[in-house]
């Protein structure tokens, strides 16, 4: 066993330790998920995964990644005791402790999105669609605008204006705000860069 899949077990464990404490029905609700046999299923960019204090799995049986199950692990650890109700969006560098992490998003999450659409407004949205992206309530001055479910109370806003004579192409993704009652900074660019990853291999 590799240190980092010994790391991994470890961190994997200790996750499962801490939702075996937790009383999962009393958490559905707020954390929109569905209570079936002691567990929750949770859906992430529409795929859904059972979680308990036996393990992580999709539906197939087979556990995810590691960051996938962090992330997870971590919105059911965090839930808050109500639904927060702030829901104007927001940038990622208005959350809390994103400060050292901003770079990151800039360079991971946004600008491979502009770059490998840039000229392509049409394949980001085949994409888009693709993932079960959606036309936002709000109408926006963006080439395009689409809105996804990352997890059940977590959506996140793509918005998008196309490269022209005078600028190159630029994407911009906001959350919630009260996303950070769910999540902390480094499991939001890690969600964040899961829809850039996502979306980008299915123009591939």
Known sequence: MSKNTSIFEK??????????????????????AQFEKNSLIISLYGKAFRISQNGIMNLSGIR????????????????????????????????KDSGPLTVYWRNDVEKPIATAF??????????????????PVDKLPYDLVMQF???????????FNDADEEFPAQCSLLFQKRAEAYLDAESLAILGQGLAIRIIGRNE
Do not use: H
Not at 75 to 81: K, S, T
């Open 118 to 135: 840039s000229k392509k407004r049409e394949s980001l949205e085949k994409s888009g669609r693709k993932m079960d992206g959606y036309d």
């Open 11 to 32: 961190t994997y464990e200790n996750y499962l330790k801490q939702i075996a404490a937790i009383d999962l029905k009393n958490v559905t609700e707020t954390l929109g």
């Open 64 to 95: 995810p990644s590691l960051d996938i199950c962090v992330i997870l692990c971590q919105y059911i650890l965090r839930c808050p005791p109500f639904p927060p109700k702030p829901k104007d969006w927001v940038s990622f560098r208005d959350f």
């Open 149 to 159: 479910d990352a997890l059940p109370k977590i959506p996140l806003l793509m918005m």
